[in-house]
DNA sequence: GCAAAATACATAGCTATACAATGTATCTAG
DNA sequence: CTAGATACATTGTATAGCTATGTATTTTGC
């Protein structure tokens, strides 16, 4: 097997996944950015880096689909915490609805 | 909604996953690039830029995981057929398995 | 007590891929 | 005979993930 292709493939893979992963993770609570990759490393076993992590979620506060707010700990480092707007979550349906299809396309081709 | 993100987002999920699923299309049978895009338009609704598709098949034919051959038609353009290699069956059967975990991780999340 | 690792944020530069635009050539239908 | 479908291909652009790097604080191991 060609294995520096599948790791560039995974990769890959990740673009528009992870943003979706992340919207959904964040419809159910609020997480702060180190929080996310965490919660998400142990539930899925994706990895993200914190170099993909931040950018991203700039991107999402940009694009109006998230917003933050910054939390001062008892001790330690200010956390700034992420919530889906109004806009996230209705954009978040329609990209549910995307995924859905893809997936069921996906399994016939691959069964 | 945030319709221009929900475009992009939408090309940006297809990096990586056209390439799985166009290697899984090929698991069953050799096909030439414009049938693959039919192929693909009509089992699962997604479109396929051609100045997608050629450059793709090209990289898969780099990396050795498809080969093809020239075939002449009786009347009209001469059709490139591709195909697996063995390399290209033993790299889909990991990237598979990847899938899969992927999957069912989202699965758990967006429930 | 001090060094290493973990926590928590962030950015710059690199790379890979999808897509629009464009081009060539042949065949078919109105 | 012309528009659209068939069939290949390339160039340039934008996007997003990753590595490397940086700052700062706190905890853990020796």
Redesign the interface.
Known sequence: ??ET??TN?????????L???IL??LKENEYYGYELIEQIKQ????EIAEGTLYPLMNRLKT???VDSKWVEQETGIPRKYYALTP?GI??L????E??K???S??Q???K
């Open positions: 097997m060609n292709f599948v493939w995974k990769s890959q893979v990740k673009k528009g996944t943003t979706f992963i959904n993770v539930h899925t076993e994706i694009e109006n689909l806009t209705k954009t349906v329609h990209m549910n995307y995924w299809n893809l997936e396309a996906i016939k081709i691959i």
